[in-house]
T-cell receptor, first 116, second 113 residues
Framework: KAGVTQTPRYLIKTRGQQVTLSCSPI?????VSWYQQTPGQGLQFLFE???????NKGNFPGRFSGRQFSNSRSEMNVSTLELGDSALYLC???????????????FGSGTRLTVV | GQQVMQIPQYQHVQEGEDFTTYCNSS?????IQWYKQRPGGHPVFLIQ?????EVKKQKRLTFQFGEAKKNSSLHITATQTTDVGTYFC?????????????FGKGTTLSVSS
């Protein structure tokens, strides 16, 4: 079966611009989470969506936002980009079993964002 | 705040030597997950441990979950060059419902032949 697909793979943006990243989860996975990975901070949770609703949000400023569509595809948006937003943005989908919690994530290959 | 810590940060071994990475949480975890990320790649799920004192094996990899459900370890027997990468542990983030995880900073393993 197809894995988690993230587009684009690479992006170069200028400070102050905004960017939208896309994620298509594994078919049947309704939970989609986003993480930011940097060498200094590691993997940090951004937000999680389940059935089009944001279920959890990490400790990131309001410039970071996301949404999920009825087909479970998700997008995240970063407005007013800063140099410190340069990172690998990873999308992960998960099969959530009622009463048993979540199984492990399947991550996409990520979007490498460079802000100059 | 909630923290998940891993040691060591880096480990270099000769091929055939054993390797262990340790994970400690500041809070009790309902489960712990382990992931491996190859250089230039993305994290790949290895295993989830749920029960106190649980031990699971995957070929040369042995995973343990502590009795208090606050620590875990991953042991690789007779490392191979294919084991190179960064190993992360992760636990549920806070008491929130859902799948959000808090990750350790990882242990980066290098193996020389």
């Amino acid at each position: 079966k197809a894995g988690v697909t993230q587009t684009p793979r690479y992006l170069i943006k200028t400070r102050g611009q905004q960017v939208t990243l896309s994620c298509s989860p594994i078919s049947g996975h309704r939970s989609v989470s986003w993480y930011q990975q940097t060498p200094g901070q590691g993997l940090q949770f951004l937000f999680e969506y389940f059935s089009e609703t944001q279920r959890n949000k990490g400790n990131f400023p309001g410039r970071f936002s996301g949404r999920q569509f009825s087909n479970s595809r998700s997008e995240m948006n970063v407005s007013t980009l800063e140099l410190g937003d340069s990172a690998l943005y990873l999308c992960a989908s998960s099969l959530v079993s009622p009463g048993q919690g979540a199984y492990g994530y399947t991550f996409g290959s990520g979007t490498r964002l460079t802000v100059v | 705040g909630q923290q998940v810590m891993q040691i060591p940060q880096y480990q270099h071994v000769q091929e055939g030597e054993d390797f262990t990475t340790y994970c400690n949480s500041s809070t009790t975890l309902s489960n712990i997950q382990w992931y491996k990320q190859r250089p230039g790649g993305h994290p790949v799920f290895l295993i989830q441990l749920v029960k106190s004192g649980e031990v699971k094996k995957q070929k040369r990899l042995t995973f343990q979950f502590g009795e208090a459900k606050k620590n875990s370890s991953l042991h690789i027997t007779a490392t191979q060059t294919t084991d190179v990468g960064t190993y992360f542990c992760a636990g549920p983030r806070g008491n929130q419902a859902g799948t959000a995880l808090i990750f350790g900073k990882g242990t980066t393993l290098s193996v020389s032949s």
